[in-house]
């Protein structure tokens, strides 16, 4: 079945699909009231560090919208994202798969002629099942070519960057002008980044006004805290962190500015908001860089500060208030997650190694269906999680090992495998199972159950 296929099966004979690890979808008729047309949005920075919002422990600079969304939510402290560079973490957020899975595993520059494929299903064409509204604001990074923009990927509606802001012009010799696009045509070339935030958030804003009687989601994709970095005039100089700082002090106030207009507009109670990030802080860029403490590296990294994330959810009434998670969760879980609550489906002719972690957000102290977590760099399998278990393979040698208790010790500084020989052999199992489903390229093993990458 195509993805065409999937979404006329969808729409006329639903309930005749074999759903995939989703039992819960048929859910009773108390619970569907409780979750009827609940929208969603989803708040995604780049490059954004595990230590870098209040409650979270920042440091020089204060989040003061984020510290209250996780009052009245819950904070997730053990919640990664699917890879440590952007593209194939975007990726693996909006497939619900890990990287290697949908063929997007480098980052994608301006003079790549393939992207996500279309015939991929991401939460947004999930969520057209039951006639959402969708719009992706801010960065894409899943090809620049007008066939995999974000309207063939289920988005209605689509103003942003295709790629980093890095790209022109700190490169002006190698890329053509940065785009801004609506849609599928550029409307400005080189736009003043010193505006991104601001401008992402008023789109935003402006859909979720317009379509506020409906069902809708909103991929909120934030350009910053990636270098090179722009504050606006208001928020200039603001912390003592300097510029980055500033960033993030202003990406704070626009997610206030969302919370306000879901309160004014009366639909706060029936909108899931997620705030988190893409990968780790890139610590090399000094001052212009994040803090993953006290978690150990950063961006490129498979070690926890490169793809542990710091992450907010927020739905009142359904997340209690003042929580906090410690249980394992990942980007790749938000499609299915979203596919239950919304009473979707997800495709049946495909893997999809996300899990529905709806039980954790409605009781934090649940025990999530996700026991394990394979960390992706590139087309290498880095390192599996299990429990409080981390088993490293050692990107310089093949052969090494390295084994954390991430329960004692979260900055992953005491290698533990001699101690433990029964647990590194558990998870080296775990480890061979996911190698010879999706590869490994330092073991020159190739995957058998990726999807390819669409190509002009």
């Known amino acids: 079945m195509n993805r065409r296929e999937f979404l006329k099966t969808a729409g006329l004979t639903g309930a005749a699909l074999i759903f995939s690890g989703c039992k819960n979808l048929l859910k009773p008729a108390s619970q569907q009231a409780l979750f009827e047309k609940t929208n969603f949005i989803i708040i995604f920075t780049d490059d954004h560090g595990y230590q870098d919002i209040g409650c979270f422990g920042a440091e020089g600079f204060e989040t003061p919208n984020l510290d209250r969304m996780a009052k009245e939510g819950a904070r997730f402290t053990d919640f990664y994202c699917g890879a440590p560079i952007c593209s194939p973490s975007r990726a693996a957020l909006l497939t619900g798969c890990y990287p290697p899975r949908v063929s997007i595993t480098r980052v994608l520059f301006p003079e790549d002629k393939f992207g996500l494929n279309p015939d991929e299903i991401s939460i947004a064409e999930v ?67 010193s505006r991104l935030t601001q401008r992402y958030t008023e789109r935003a804003i402006n859909f979720i006004t317009e379509n506020k009687d409906r069902p809708f989601f ?3 994709a934030h350009t910053m805290p990636h270098v090179p970095l722009f504050a606006s005039e208001k928020f200039k100089g603001k912390t003592k962190k300097g510029i980055y700082g500033d960033v993030i002090r202003e990406i704070d106030a626009s997610t206030g500015e969302l919370l306000e207009t879901l309160k004014k507009l009366g639909i706060d109670e029936q909108t899931l908001v997620i705030f988190t990030s893409d990968n780790g802080p890139w610590l090399s860029k000094g001052d212009h860089g994040g803090s993953a403490k006290p978690l150990r590296d950063g961006k490129f990294s498979t070690y926890e500060g490169g793809m542990r994330m710091p992450c907010i959810m927020r739905w009142p009434g359904k997340i209690p208030a003042d929580s906090t998670c410690s249980q394992i969760a990942a980007t790749i879980d938000l499609l299915p997650t979203f596919a239950n609550i919304a009473g979707a489906q997800i495709p049946a002719d495909r893997t999809i190694d996300g899990k529905d972690i709806t039980n954790i957000l409605l009781e934090p102290d649940a025990k999530s269906p996700r026991q394990s977590f394979y960390y992706y760099d590139e087309l290498k399998l880095g ?35 001699g101690q433990y020989p029964k647990v590194v052999k558990e998870l080296q199992k775990l480890a061979d199972k996911m190698r010879d489903d999706l590869g490994d390229s330092t073991r020159k093993i190739k995957p058998k159950n990726a999807r390819p990458a669409g190509s002009a």
């Open 218 to 220: 909103v991929y909120l």
């Open 383 to 417: 390192a599996v999680r299990r429990g409080k278990w981390k088993l490293v393979f050692k990107q310089k040698d093949n052969n090494g090992l390295e084994l954390y208790n991430l329960d004692d010790d979260i900055g992953e500084k005491n290698n533990v495998a």
């Open 127 to 193: 969520l057209k099942q039951k006639d959402y509204a969708t719009a992706c604001i801010g960065k894409w990074h899943l090809g620049h070519l007008p066939q995999f923009l974000p309207r063939s990927q289920g988005f209605e509606y689509y103003f942003g960057l295709p790629y980093s802001n890095d790209m022109w012009p700190a490169n002006s010799d190698r890329y053509p002008p940065l785009p801004l696009i609506e849609n599928e045509k550029a409307i400005e070339y080189n736009p003043a980044q």
